[in-house]
């Protein structure tokens, strides 16, 4: 099962567990997160709980003070159990990014593509007179394994990068590789 998730807002959110829900017996499911800007932290949590059964740990925000606040998840019982890969690319960037690579380190799923944008910072948005919106850093955000992302991005256990020629022939390099995982099995 494919599925293109292209943000963590509340209206591509209904579609996007519904789907889960109506494919839970797949085999595998394909996560594209390559053009996901990310979105709401409420969301993501819902998110997560799609594909985790037990309470984890995600990671940690840091305010500008220094306190930590833990980021954990619930899970579901009724969680989807099968194979998961996500992918992500250079606009794969906050609560996508923060997503991959707690499916990364807690071994639930496999990331391919490439290096993510590396923006992360939790913080409130402002919209101003002249119609611009400033968005205020207000958190840093670490892995539960330490791992500050913001200028980092997460690197994908399986870097596949695009090429000219990819492009040219209308090829998915990432998704291929995913196809030629599932062939092994």
């Known amino acids: 099962?494919?599925?293109s998730f292209q943000s963590f807002n509340r209206a591509p959110w209904d579609w996007f567990a519904d789907q889960v829900e109506r494919h839970k017996s797949a085999?595998?499911?394909v996560l594209d997160l390559r053009e996901n800007a990310g979105g709401a932290l409420e969301v993501q949590r819902n998110v997560f709980d799609l594909f985790f059964r037990t309470k984890t740990l995600v990671g940690k925000f840091r305010d500008r003070n220094g306190k930590e606040h833990t980021y954990n998840i619930e899970g579901?019982?009724?969680a989807y159990q099968g194979r998961l890969f996500v992918l992500i690319g250079p606009n794969t960037q906050s609560a996508s990014e923060t997503f991959a690579a707690a499916i990364q380190e807690s071994g639930r799923g496999v990331v391919i593509g490439q290096r993510s944008k590396g923006e992360v910072m939790l913080g409130?948005?402002?919209k101003l007179p002249n119609g611009y919106d400033l968005h205020l850093a207000m958190m840093n955000?670490?892995?539960a394994k330490g791992i500050r992302l913001e200028g980092r991005g997460v690197i994908p256990d399986?870097?596949?990068?695009?090429t000219i020629k990819d492009f040219q022939e209308n090829r998915d390099a990432a998704?291929?590789?995913v196809n030629a995982l599932l062939q092994q099995q």
């Open 124 to 126: 409130t948005h402002y």
């Open 175 to 177: 998704l291929e590789k």
């Open 158 to 162: 399986l870097e596949v990068g695009v």
């Open 1 to 3: 099962m494919f599925l």
């Open 27 to 29: 085999s595998a499911i």
């Open 76 to 78: 579901r019982k009724s």
């Open 141 to 143: 955000y670490h892995t």
